[in-house]
């Protein structure tokens, strides 16, 4: 963020981004509109270990998971479920610094390597046997699952970080899945959201996170017809 004279102070830079979440995100929840997902709802949906928690009493499976900041508790941890770690973000998974910007991308755990852990709370997480995995993009009662078929290390680790890696493939979501998705938006009060699972090689689907406010644009298309079904939903909703 730029001041008057030039770069703002971190501090000062810190201040001004609460200040311009607070200022234009609460005009925005004042508004009386219909929204997809209510900001207020979409915000508190964020928390991954809410979202675990709701996925898990809502029948879905879900990987082993500790949240720490201690390196002691991640090697009793890692002996406990008797499988390697992965660790992943949080929060935002973007950090800026002086030397610019950096994406943190899922990664495995080396518990000789663990300085810096204290820091901060940091989330851990069994490395769940992969066959390959899915994005779900739900859309009120309506489930589109895509296959994700990474070609690449990088992208078999975290798929994001190599999308030319990638190929797509519509698949038919099994009915225990959706009676899952459907209760935790229910319980969360959400109409939308983007969510990713592993199935494994015994074809168990595994729920790892969702995102209230996910990107779906890039998988849109005559067999995944995301657009048409918030476009249905926007109808149904004028036409009460």
Not at 1 to 23: K, N, V
Not at 190 to 195: D, G, H, K
Request: charged share 20%; hydrophobic share 40%; glycine share 6%.
């Amino acid at each position: 963020m730029l001041g008057d004279d030039g770069p703002l102070e971190r501090s000062d830079a810190h201040w001004a981004r609460g200040a311009a979440r607070i200022g234009l995100g609460g005009v925005l929840m004042s508004l009386a509109a219909r929204w997809m997902n209510h900001p207020s709802r979409a915000s508190a949906a964020e928390f991954k270990p809410q979202q675990l928690r709701t996925a898990r009493s809502m029948g879905l499976a879900t990987p082993r998971t500790l949240i720490t900041n201690s390196a002691d508790e991640v090697r009793t941890f890692a002996e406990n479920v008797k499988a390697p770690l992965i660790t992943k973000p949080l929060g935002t998974p973007h950090v800026a610094h002086s030397r610019g910007s950096e994406t943190m991308y899922t990664r495995e755990v080396d518990l000789d390597a663990l300085g810096g852990v204290e820091l901060t709370a940091h989330l851990f997480q069994e490395r769940v046997p992969k066959q390959y995995e899915v994005r779900l993009i739900v859309v009120s009662d309506t489930c589109h699952s895509v296959k994700i078929k990474a070609h690449s290390e990088a992208a078999r680790t975290d798929w994001r970080s190599d999308y030319d890696a990638l190929e797509y493939e519509p698949i038919e979501t099994p009915a225990d899945v959706v009676n899952g998705v459907r209760g935790y938006l229910a319980r969360l009060a959400l109409t939308y959201a983007a969510m990713d699972f592993i199935v494994q090689p015994n074809g168990q689907w595994t729920f790892l996170e969702a995102n209230p406010s996910g990107q779906w644009a890039w998988l849109n298309s005559a067999e995944i017809p995301l657009a048409a079904s918030i476009a249905q939903t926007l109808e149904n909703w004028c036409r009460r």
